[in-house]
């Protein structure tokens, strides 16, 4: 029952100048023929996987990725019959034993949060093409000037542009980029689903867009100075990085990135209490869940996830359990290198 899409001249529902302007940057930041923008990164996930499935389809996720993603595939696409398998995305053999004659769609994510965890996107995506199932990267927290998924083969990347790419902590906006025609069809579904961008937020967007490499430089810098110290720091009994030596994703991230962004997650030898009081000691880096702006964020992901996940599921996702050991993740500042607090 495909009805015509609304005309943009007819109704802002249908799309605005403001979004020609920053969907045309990020298509070109991502080397992809065509990109649209959504209301928020979560309104960019929904609607492409809304476009791209039907009831009987089998959909693959990793065991580690954005929450609001892992809800989509294990509560809203189950209720409309499609089957959802997690995988361990750094195991490439783990998604060609889970790949099915009636996979659509391979979701990937990397890194991902909050073990930076890296997935080898190339590979995965010759696999799923293979099995004629289209792959779908949230590359968020690399962004195109690290990593640019269409290039290693695979087929559609989306974004919660309210991170790196807004870069100001002032807009909520999301992306898909990729073929004019598929990009096209996921478009014609925000319209129907409403997730479209206020005109405000997308020229917002562009400004943010105009300083992306430059904040990225400096985010990567700062992340490779800081997990280094904190490497090196005896409280400090684990870091997780994509561009240290030690990160067990490493190799690969050297190879399908260039750099490693301002994202990382450390543990305290001393555990739950002691990040907790760390935390709330910091200076510069304010308690709060989000990344990619021009401040330093800090969160701890145990005591933050502690209200709705048990202790098992917080294992699962990479949590560490409070009592032994904690997590935190900092997003470096862009505006100076001396915030880096170390405990
Ligand atoms: C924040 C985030 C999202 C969700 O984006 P919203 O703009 O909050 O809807 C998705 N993926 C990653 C990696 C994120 O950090």
Known sequence: MATEPLHPDFYTRAGNPNHEQAAAVIAQL??????????????????????????????????????GVTSMLLNLLPRFGVECTEVDQTDVEAFEAALRPNTSLVLLESPSNPRLEVTDLAAVAELARRQGAL????????????QRPLELGVDLVWHSATKYMGGHADLMAGVV??????????????????AVLAPFNAWLLLRGL????????????????????LEGHPAVSRVYYPGLASHPGHAVA????SGFGGVLAFELEAGHEAADAFISRLRYAKRAASLGNVGSLVVHPAAMWAHAMTPAQLEAAGV????????????????????????
């Not at 492409?48 to 959909?59: P, Y």
């Not at 050297?254 to 990135?257: E, S, V």
């Open 30 to 67: 991502e080397g992809a023929e065509r990109a649209l923008l959504t209301a928020t990164g979560m309104g960019a996930a929904t609607t492409a996987a809304l476009t791209l499935v039907r009831a009987g389809d089998h959909v693959i996720g990793q065991r580690s990725m954005y929450a």
């Open 135 to 146: 792959t779908l990267a949230d590359n968020t927290f690399a962004t195109p000037i690290n």
């Open 177 to 194: 980029a990729g073929p004019t025609d598929v990009v096209e069809r996921i478009w014609n579904t925000t319209q129907v689903v409403g």
């Open 210 to 229: 105009r300083t992306l490499s430059l904040r990225m430089d400096r985010h990567n810098a700062n992340g490779m100075a800081l997990s280094e110290a």
């Open 254 to 257: 050297a190879r399908q990135m």
């Open 320 to 343: 560490s359990p409070g009592s032994c050991a904690s997590q935190l993740a900092l997003s470096t500042p862009t505006t100076s290198s001396k915030t880096s607090t170390a405990p």
